[in-house]
Nanobody, 123 residues
């Protein structure tokens, strides 16, 4: 049984940082495409960042490039998202997801999802 469990969300102020964690069981993060998505109220779930099983290459949405960093710890089977300089528009539920594809940025290309962790950025 595959499980992805996110943590690390919370209430922060504009400009603050947060580090999200995703502990994974039932699959190896080293052999899957792992990603972070977010969904704000009334909006579609959108791709934020991903890290591939092919050489550990990473991808980011343009809106977070230079501020967010995705990483993984194969030994702990965990994935992280370091988020710096947060702004109120990034208030959303953040989800960890896994895919068997090499590259994917669409929601329907991911096979497994966590329950999400709330990030709220106050102005």
């Amino acid at each position: 049984q595959v499980q992805l469990v996110e943590s690390g969300g919370g209430l922060v102020q504009t400009g603050d940082s947060l580090r999200l964690s995703c502990v994974v069981s039932g699959l190896n993060v080293s052999s899957h495409l792992m990603a972070w998505f977010r969904q704000a109220p009334g909006k579609d779930r959108e791709f934020v960042s991903g890290i591939s099983w092919i050489g550990g290459s990473t991808a980011y949405d343009d809106s977070v490039k230079g501020r967010f960093t995705v990483s993984r710890d194969n030994a702990k089977n965990m994935v992280y998202l370091q988020m710096n300089n947060l702004n109120p528009e990034e208030t959303a539920v953040y989800y960890c997801a896994a895919s068997t594809k090499a590259i994917a940025k669409k929601r329907n290309e991911y096979d497994f999802w966590g329950q999400g962790t709330q990030v709220t950025v106050s102005s």
